[in-house]
């Protein structure tokens, strides 16, 4: 058997680990350890010269693994595989000890401890990575094909970018027509373009590129498969139209006499009719059938639409489709939900008329809206002639959302100035700090104090119509401690806008499970990394743009579209991909056929083969999560580069009496094999 002789590579990280820990008495006793050839610490391991200094020693020393002490493996793990490989070391007999995160940040007034702690870290890392194989990666191929599930302004530009590209994307909408919310507003800050005015020759062009199959009204039910080669059931909803004979001339829905309350596209304060599009620049511009309130699903009767239908689209008898799709990397876009005031009982919202959410108030801004862009009361005539703006609803407050929703204090700027544009009210905000920080934010700002735009700072802790003072008969009140005065102040106003939170889609969590991703504690949609791969998942060929990663503007959501758009366009011109070789395998001939490992896999990797009465794991679809090996109750489910062997070795490294040098604790782990 070869000698051990391990490299120990301790990093200083500036301060972020030489500030607690002892780096230089670390390295110093390191290098005493049973099978460490050499020892060093250097101030910065994964700069270009640290990796040098790897690279230099694996092959004038002829080190058989390597150890980096310094912070996670998730950042740094590559940067220094890379290197091992470089110098003719197989990658995976490397071994990363956290002495950032595990030791020197939480022991930061504690030297001592964090020292001894390192050390630990390090002692289990020597042992593991004595006990690592050599592994090798195995290559797959990319279909060049790509599904954007998500037809917002986020999976519009990834759609579009991939499709300009010379490359078939499948885009995927659960709602009738692509465009998402920015397809409700009237005027995007700073700049107030019109919303429509950018959006919809994008909507456009989407909806009739030559490589972009737009599968509108659908949802994605299964994804199987693996990177470069997923394999998606998507479902297409029966519209009741043939979209072949449709032109969208509107006869149906100008003739149907089912009206109904539109929830979705006019936020509860426009009407539509059974049949409907949802709003004139559609893509696709078919309309669809509500059948919950189409009078001839409820009743049996009507079909009005179909008797004015010039070209015999109407169908009433459609089904549900199934379609699969065959897809190398799926784009993530799937947006995000308003928070729903009512959870503020105290604002009012639902309970006092002229309290708006602000996406009911866009609507009413909005030219093609309910109210034609006139500024309105709950009557629809009355003009208000003061307004009150509350920021941060749902938003920065630990009983609903601590995070910041980014988006509403420009909402609320932007509210103001056209309010004052439209009807000249006095207009107030509320908020409890104004944050402005992207490219001319601050400006319009700036332009909102000169335009006269009140500001208050502090939360408002009422809204009520109680009229307590002479001038507040009719009014909304707005109850409030004014901060910058320390005083509590009562504002009669006319109309209330509550700026409310983004929140993760409602079924973001399924959609998670269906994509075998993670979510955040807020429920958005977790990044691999959140500053160095910001667009990439866990899970290989997975990509997330837009709000359903965590709460951001157009401009920020159409980047992270093209961004994520980027990473799939490298895998494509790749053509090939080489897959982690850190997979479970199962050792058929002691395998008992039990089945309980494929029932609990997450990745569905493990399949049972009933001829031999034996499961067997696809390496492609395992991700070496590890679940199998710890439920298998025959314990014949190996994790590679996770064996039993290395993992108990590098217990009893951590385990070292680091304090008394007294060596390692035996960890006794004879387990006898169950054959089942």
């Keep these: 058997m070869m000698e051990d002789r ?16 002892d780096v230089e008495h670390v390295a110093e006793w390191a290098a005493s350890l049973p099978g460490v050839a050499i020892a060093r610490d250097y101030k910065f391991m994964c700069s270009s010269l ?33 290197a091992c490989e470089r110098a003719g070391l197989n990658r995976y007999l490397l071994e990363m000890a956290n002495i950032r995160e595990h030791a020197s940040w939480v022991h930061q007034h504690d030297v001592e401890s964090a020292t001894e702690k390192a050390k630990s870290l390090i002692s289990g890392a020597v042992r593991r990575v004595m006990e ?30 991939l499709a300009n590209a010379g490359h078939p994307v499948y885009l995927v909408e659960r709602d009738p027509s692509i465009g998402g919310h920015m397809a409700q507003f009237d005027k995007t800050f700073p700049t107030l373009d019109c919303s429509a005015c950018i959006l919809t020759p994008r909507m456009f062009d989407a909806g009739n590129h030559p490589n972009i199959t737009l599968l509108s009204y659908s949802e994605v039910e299964q994804v199987d498969g693996y990177v470069g080669n997923f394999t998606v059931r998507v479902r297409q909803k029966a519209r009741h139209v043939d979209t072949e004979l449709c032109t969208g001339c509107g006869d149906c829905w100008e003739k149907c006499p089912a009206k109904v309350v539109d929830q979705e596209y006019e936020a509860g304060l426009g009407y539509r009719t059974a049949i409907y599009r949802p709003f004139p620049q559609a893509v696709p511009k078919y309309p669809v059938i509500d059948e919950e309130s189409c009078i001839y699903y409820q009743k049996g009767t009507c079909k009005a639409c179909e008797k004015f239908c010039p070209t015999g689209a109407i169908d009433f008898d459609q089904q549900d489709t199934e379609i699969v799709l065959n897809v190398g990397n799926i784009v993530l876009a799937t947006g995000y939900d ?61 009983n609903y959302n601590p995070y910041c929703s980014a988006v509403c204090c420009m909402a609320a700027l932007k509210f103001g100035h056209l ?22 934010y601050e400006e319009f700002y700036h332009r909102l104090l000169k335009e006269e735009m009140e500001f208050i700072r502090g939360r408002v802790a009422e809204v009520t119509d109680a009229a307590r003072m002479p001038g507040e008969e009719g009014k909304l ?23 409310a939170a983004m929140e993760p889609r409602n079924d973001a969590t399924d959609v998670a499970h269906t994509f075998g991703i993670g979510c955040s504690e807020a429920g958005f949609f977790t990044e691999k ?23 951001k503007d157009i401009p920020d959501s159409v980047s992270q579209g093209a961004a994520a758009a980027a990473r799939v366009l490298t895998l494509i011109g790749q053509g090939t991909i080489a897959i982690e070789p850190v997979r479970a395998n199962i050792d058929e001939e002691h395998c008992s056929g039990c089945r309980i490992c494929n029932n609990l896999c997450p990745y569905t990797a493990i399949e049972y083969l009933p001829d031999l009465e034996v499961s067997r794991v696809n390496p492609a679809l395992c991700k070496g999560c590890g679940t199998c090996v710890a439920a298998c109750p025959s314990q014949v489910i190996t994790g590679q580069h996770f064996t039993f062997d290395s993992i108990m070795a590098q217990i009893e490294g951590v385990l070292y009496d680091t304090y008394n040098g007294n060596g390692y604790v035996s960890v006794e782990h004879e387990v006898p094999l169950a054959t089942g």
């Design 338 to 398: 308003l928070f729903d005031p009512r959870r503020v009982p105290q604002y009012g919202y639902g309970r006092l008329a002229n309290v708006f959410t602000s996406l009911e108030f866009e609507r009413m801004l909005n030219a093609a809206g309910p109210t034609d862009g006139k500024v309105v009361l709950r009557d629809g005539i009355t003009e208000p002639k003061s307004v009150a703006v509350v920021h941060c609803v749902g938003s920065r407050d630990e």
């Design 6 to 21: 391990i490299g120990v590579y301790v990093c200083h990280c500036g301060h972020n680990i030489a500030g607690t820990v």
């Design 419 to 440: 309010v004052k544009e439209r009807t000249g009210a006095d207009v107030t905000s509320f908020y409890i700090d104004i944050r402005t920080t992207a490219k001319n």
């Design 50 to 82: 640290g990796q040098e200094l790897v690279e230099k020693d694996i092959q004038e020393l002829g080190l058989t693994g390597v150890v980096v002490a310094a912070c996670s493996p998730h950042m740094h793990e590559p940067t220094f595989r890379r």
């Design 529 to 551: 990394h959140p500053k160095l791969d910001p667009v990439a998942t866990m899970t290989d060929g997975v990509f997330i743009a837009g709000v359903c990663q965590g709460p």
């Design 132 to 161: 690592l194989e050599p592994l090798e990666p195995f290559m797959v191929d990319i279909n060049d094909a790509t599904m954007v599930v998500g037809g917002g302004v986020a999976g519009i530009n990834a759609a579009l970018e």
């Design 477 to 499: 009140i707005v109850q409030v401690e004014d901060t910058l005065i320390g005083k509590q102040r009562r504002i009669p106003v006319d109309m209330v806008i509550l700026m």
